[in-house]
């Protein structure tokens, strides 16, 4: 769905070979074992832990070898294992996340997520690099999103 500003969310999915329950599991309980944060966090090689707090308006966050905490953004809506929402503060404005787990059969699933809330962000702020080179305009959150869901996928 293309909005009329022109910024369409980013949407990536991915297929699981487990089950739903164990593939939501494995994305709140084990996020910091899975995800890349090297390139995608603002600690980098710093990060020892991200933290998923499991209920509606919940932190997602990370925390450095020295105890910092870089929060991530805010759970919005947490529905064991159908769907979370978070704000994400990762970027310059504050945009949202989607991600839905679909049962597929009895050990597929598929994860999709859809980031959205472009509209928030100038022009300047889409073109700029963020984890990876190119920004929003250039496809660098396709192309994240896809790296970050197919870790998800090799995890489970």
């Known amino acids: 769905m293309i909005m009329a500003s022109g910024r369409p969310p ?8 487990s089950t739903r329950e164990h593939t939501f599991e494995t994305f709140a309980a084990k996020m910091g074992e899975w995800w ?50 978070m704000t994400w503060a990762i970027v310059s404005a504050l945009t949202e996340v989607e991600l839905t787990f679909t049962e597929l059969g009895p050990s597929l699933t598929r994860v999709s997520v859809i980031h959205a809330g472009w509209e ?6 889409l073109a700029a ?8 305009l250039n496809g660098s959150f396709d192309k994240g999103w896809a ?10």
Do not use: M
């Open 147 to 156: 790296l970050i869901l197919g870790r998800l996928a090799a995890a489970t």
């Open 129 to 136: 690099d963020c984890a990876l080179t190119g920004g929003y």
């Open 36 to 85: 890349p944060v090297n390139p995608f966090s603002a600690g980098k090689d710093r990060v020892r832990h991200v933290t998923v707090e499991r209920h509606a308006g919940g932190r997602v966050y990370e925390t450095w070898a020295d105890g910092t905490q870089v929060e991530w953004g805010t759970l919005l809506a947490w529905d064991p294992p159908h769907r979370l929402k």
């Open 120 to 125: 928030k962000l100038s022009a300047k702020e």
């Open 10 to 17: 980013v949407r990536q999915s991915v297929l699981v070979r």
